[in-house]
């Protein structure tokens, strides 16, 4: 699979579930206050600068298009909605 233009294709790092301080479990989708997901870049679009394969990155959690292909879950997002790249 590789991504078109400025798009980049993408898995997301699972972060798993966290404990709020009153000790409630909350699944990464019932987090409303993280903006930002992490991610894992495995390949980037021939317009794309500034972010290269294997680059670990936070990208806008809104974000993308989900595309099954083989039972793995791959992201498709665009450029402008990657906010940090580690």
């Known amino acids: 699979m590789r991504a078109v233009g400025k798009n980049l294709v993408i898995q997301k790092i699972k972060e798993g579930t966290t404990a709020t301080k009153g000790g409630l479990l909350l699944a990464e989708s019932q987090r409303d206050d993280i903006r ?39 992201y498709i997002i665009k450029l402008t909605d990657v906010v940090v790249v580690l």
Do not use: C, P, Q, W
Request: glycine share 10%; no cysteine; charged share 30%.
């Open 36 to 74: 930002y997901i992490e991610g894992k870049v495995l390949h980037v679009g021939s317009e794309v600068v500034g972010v290269k394969e294997l680059d670990t990155i936070f990208y806008d959690r809104h974000a993308g298009h989900k595309i099954e292909y083989n039972k793995e879950t791959y």
